[in-house]
């Protein structure tokens, strides 16, 4: 019943390190997403696949890149952290269905960048 | 483009209180609507969706009616508990299918 599996759970970095988050699921959905939340400015989002061997620019794409690893796997990637990027970073994936696109969510990767 | 504006938090209410997040929706569609509720230190949840004009979305006590002529979702309760205490997200989907969130009201229930 793991659902969508975020992993750090918490990551502190210094400026200009990199570090890739990682996400999975075990739904079988073919949509992944990676979202930003910050205080006051709800969840903007970051990057997404449609499916497996795609992926498009989200609302606040610049400073990430992601990988479709799989069906399974959607990873984030910052190649320079900047203080700007300290944020709570959530993952979700989901399966279309008509007019439904209900989204399933981790637990969320709480990262500080100093 | 399509955009969500939620009642600005943070909400407080003793328990029993009955609870109004009002929510409206700009779309250049036609959009499903949803609530999502986030407690704290987890993930965000699907809470309950409407899908076209005139349904109401329901689940724990909470409802939301999908209204097209005022483009509002608000969502309701009758009666809070303490373990209602979380964040609530108002979201449509725009025309790519992807979500667009409003910015999160705080809810919390006092004993």
């Known amino acids: 019943n793991a659902g969508v599996t975020q992993t750090p759970k918490f990551q502190v970095l210094k400026t200009g390190q990199s570090m890739t988050l990682q996400c999975a699921q075990d739904?079988?959905?073919?949509?992944m997403y990676w979202y930003r939340q910050d205080p006051g400015m709800g969840l903007r989002l970051i990057y997404y696949?449609?499916?497996?061997?795609?992926?498009d620019k989200g609302e606040v794409p610049n400073g990430y890149n992601v990988s479709r690893l799989n069906k399974r796997e959607f990873s984030l990637r910052l190649e320079s952290a900047a203080p700007s990027q300290t944020s709570v970073y959530f993952c979700?994936?989901?399966?279309?269905?008509?007019?439904?696109?209900?989204?399933?969510f981790g637990a969320g990767t709480r990262l500080s960048v100093l | 483009g399509d955009s969500v504006t939620q009642m600005e938090g943070p909400v407080t209410l003793s328990e029993e209180a009955f609870l109004t997040i009002n929510c409206t929706y700009t779309?250049?569609?036609?959009?499903?609507l949803f609530w999502y509720v986030q407690y704290p230190g987890e993930g965000l949840q699907l809470l309950l969706k409407?899908?076209?004009?005139?349904d109401k979305g329901s689940n724990k006590g909470f409802e939301a009616t999908y209204r097209k002529e005022t483009t509002s979702f608000h969502l309701e309760k009758g009666s809070v508990q303490v373990s209602d205490s979380a964040v609530y997200f108002c979201?449509?989907?725009?025309?790519?299918?992807?979500?667009?969130f409003g910015q999160g009201t705080r809810l919390t229930i006092n004993p």
């Open positions: 979201a449509l989907s725009d025309p790519t299918q992807k979500l667009v």
């Open positions: 696949s449609a499916s497996e061997g795609t992926t």
């Open positions: 739904m079988n959905h073919n949509s």
């Open positions: 979700a994936s989901s399966e279309w269905a008509g007019r439904e696109n209900i989204q399933y």
């Open positions: 409407a899908t076209k004009a005139d």
């Open positions: 779309a250049t569609g036609y959009p499903s």
